[in-house]
């Protein structure tokens, strides 16, 4: 239903269909009005994950590392409305590595437009402006406690241009290659490649190229308030309700179906979480909680939409199970992705991807066959979104390495022993979380 609005939309930006183009169609207020809302539920995340993260912090670094989200919300907004959304939504440029409109650059050329779907192009272009915030914040959290802030600023602002845009291109817009890929494209509802994938995996590659905080694993590391991080976890739940079932873009069947794919899931996924806690450790923690909450969210993402609840419990259940043996092989292998963003996001996200293409719902199989020409099974769409999957994580890898060269090279990336130990709230920002004396 996405490809079909979005690609609707374009055609009619582009004037492709003239005749159609001329008569402009019509508000309608109640999608209007639920995309408006989805809007400020996706932004909604961004504080939500500042107070995640930031709880799971020392206290030294609490407000330094809730700054990475925030300034997310200033970079990213500045470069979408500029250039990001010509970028993502325009015509393939370059081989089709990246689109291109000229009529985009600072939304200049939809003022006016309303898609075919009776929503103004406005709200589109806002409501995934904030999925290009919240990907580089999430990706974050496996560098916490030891990136220099000004390094941050430039790296997001690389990332941004030539991970994110590139990929959002690839899945998202009409002429995207993996938006065509096999009968009826591969699946990603609502960000499990473009967002979760591409900033666990980046994430990850960041981590090992900085190394360890100073004094890990020897050190424990503890929390500094879990009672935010629960907080964080709760206003992420409510968020990624505008998250997927915004994704539908529109207000209706598919918008309930992927709205209540989304509220199983997650639920799923903090019960798994518990009981393999209980059965493993005697206790069922807030963090671990909170975490089952995050993995099921991220494995319904790229499936919100073509998978039934059945299929959302599988689905969560299964990603919080794989997440958890996937943090601790992290704490074997002792790499340091601070706050788990790969650990979460990225297996997640890798397990929603593929696991969806064998709970996906009949009649996408039947309309899947029906352009294929013949019979599209379950394992043929298994091999399209482990394509999409491999590509994304290979170019995420490869180019976050590049990237991170640069920033090394330039401005420098790892802060210094003695910003470390102060932490990065005094070093970075002159101020204090807690207005404590001696953080921890």
């Given at each position: 239903?996405?490809?079909?609005l979005?690609?609707?939309?374009?055609?009619?930006?582009?004037?492709?269909?003239?005749?159609l183009?001329?008569?402009?169609?019509?508000?309608?207020?109640?999608?209007?009005?639920?995309?408006?809302?989805?809007?400020?539920?996706?932004?909604?995340?961004?504080?939500?994950?500042?107070?995640?993260?930031?709880?799971?912090?020392?206290?030294?670094?609490?407000?330094?590392?809730?700054?990475?989200?925030?300034?997310?919300?200033?970079?990213?907004?500045v470069?979408?409305?500029?250039?990001?959304?010509?970028?993502?939504?325009?015509?393939?440029?370059?081989?089709?590595?990246i689109?291109?409109?000229?009529?985009?650059l600072?939304?200049?050329?939809?003022?006016?437009?309303?898609?075919?779907?009776?929503?103004?192009?406005?709200?589109?272009?806002?409501?995934?402006?904030?999925?290009?915030?919240?990907?580089?914040?999430?990706?974050?959290?496996a560098?916490?406690?030891?990136?220099?802030?000004?390094?941050?600023?430039?790296?997001?602002?690389?990332?941004?241009?030539?991970?994110?845009?590139p990929?959002?291109?690839?899945v998202?817009?009409?002429?995207?290659?993996?938006?065509?890929?096999?009968?009826?494209?591969?699946?990603?509802?609502?960000?499990?490649?473009?967002?979760?994938?591409?900033?666990?995996?980046?994430?990850?590659?960041?981590?090992?190229?900085?190394?360890?905080?100073r004094?890990?694993?020897?050190?424990?590391?503890?929390?500094?308030?879990?009672?935010?991080?629960?907080?964080?976890?709760?206003?992420?739940?409510?968020?990624?309700?505008?998250?997927?079932?915004?994704?539908?873009?529109?207000?209706?069947?598919t918008?309930?179906?992927?709205?209540?794919?989304?509220?199983?899931?997650?639920?799923?996924?903090?019960?798994?979480?518990?009981?393999?806690?209980?059965?493993?450790?005697?206790?069922?923690t807030?963090l671990?909680?909170?975490?089952?909450?995050?993995?099921?969210?991220?494995?319904?993402?790229?499936?919100?939409?073509?998978?039934?609840?059945?299929?959302?419990?599988?689905?969560?259940?299964?990603?919080?199970?794989?997440?958890?043996?996937?943090?601790?092989?992290?704490?074997k292998?002792?790499?340091?992705?601070?706050?788990?963003?790969?650990?979460?996001?990225?297996?997640g996200?890798?397990?929603?991807?593929?696991?969806?293409?064998?709970?996906?719902?009949?009649e996408?199989?039947?309309?899947?066959?029906?352009?294929?020409?013949?019979?599209?099974t379950?394992?043929?769409?298994?091999?399209?979104?482990?394509?999409?999957?491999?590509?994304?994580?290979?170019?995420?890898?490869?180019?976050?390495?590049?990237?991170?060269?640069i920033?090394?090279?330039?401005?420098g990336?790892?802060?210094?022993?003695?910003?470390?130990?102060?932490?990065?709230?005094?070093?970075?920002?002159?101020?204090?979380?807690?207005?404590?004396?001696?953080p921890?």
């Amino acid at each position: 239903m996405r490809k079909r609005l979005m690609m609707l939309a374009v055609f009619l930006s582009v004037g492709f269909f003239p005749a159609l183009a001329a008569a402009t169609p019509e508000i309608d207020t109640g999608a209007t009005a639920w995309m408006l809302t989805s809007t400020a539920l996706v932004l909604l995340m961004i504080p939500g994950l500042a107070m995640f993260y930031g709880g799971l912090v020392r206290s030294k670094n609490v407000l330094g590392t809730m700054m990475h989200s925030f300034a997310a919300m200033g970079v990213m907004s500045v470069l979408w409305v500029a250039v990001s959304y010509s970028m993502t939504f325009g015509e393939n440029v370059l081989g089709g590595w990246i689109g291109w409109n000229s009529d985009y650059l600072f939304l200049r050329g939809i003022d006016h437009t309303i898609m075919e779907e009776g929503v103004p192009e406005y709200v589109f272009s806002m409501f995934q402006g904030k999925f290009a915030i919240i990907t580089p914040a999430l990706l974050a959290g496996a560098v916490a406690e030891r990136v220099k802030f000004k390094s941050y600023l430039l790296f997001i602002t690389l990332w941004g241009l030539l991970v994110y845009n590139p990929l959002c291109h690839w899945v998202w817009a009409p002429d995207g290659f993996l938006f065509n890929l096999g009968a009826d494209g591969a699946i990603d509802f609502a960000g499990g490649t473009v967002v979760h994938i591409s900033a666990g995996v980046s994430g990850l590659v960041a981590a090992l190229y900085l190394g360890a905080r100073r004094g890990y694993p020897q050190r424990q590391m503890r929390p500094n308030n879990l009672v935010i991080t629960l907080i964080g976890a709760g206003l992420l739940w409510v968020g990624w309700f505008g998250f997927n079932a915004g994704s539908s873009v529109s207000s209706g069947l598919t918008t309930a179906q992927a709205l209540t794919a989304t509220q199983v899931a997650a639920a799923a996924g903090a019960l798994m979480w518990m009981v393999i806690e209980l059965t493993h450790q005697g206790k069922a923690t807030a963090l671990g909680f909170a975490s089952g909450i995050l993995a099921g969210l991220v494995a319904v993402t790229p499936a919100a939409g073509v998978v039934q609840p059945a299929g959302a419990l599988i689905l969560g259940a299964v990603a919080s199970l794989v997440c958890y043996f996937a943090i601790i092989l992290k704490d074997k292998w002792g790499y340091d992705d601070s706050l788990d963003a790969f650990g979460v996001h990225g297996v997640g996200g890798i397990v929603g991807a593929l696991l969806l293409a064998f709970l996906i719902r009949p009649e996408w199989m039947t309309n899947a066959s029906e352009l294929a020409g013949g019979i599209w099974t379950a394992w043929d769409q298994f091999v399209v979104q482990a394509a999409a999957v491999g590509i994304a994580i290979v170019y995420a890898l490869v180019v976050t390495m590049v990237l991170l060269w640069i920033v090394q090279k330039t401005v420098g990336l790892k802060s210094t022993p003695e910003e470390e130990m102060q932490g990065l709230d005094p070093s970075y920002h002159g101020e204090r979380g807690y207005g404590m004396l001696n953080p921890n």
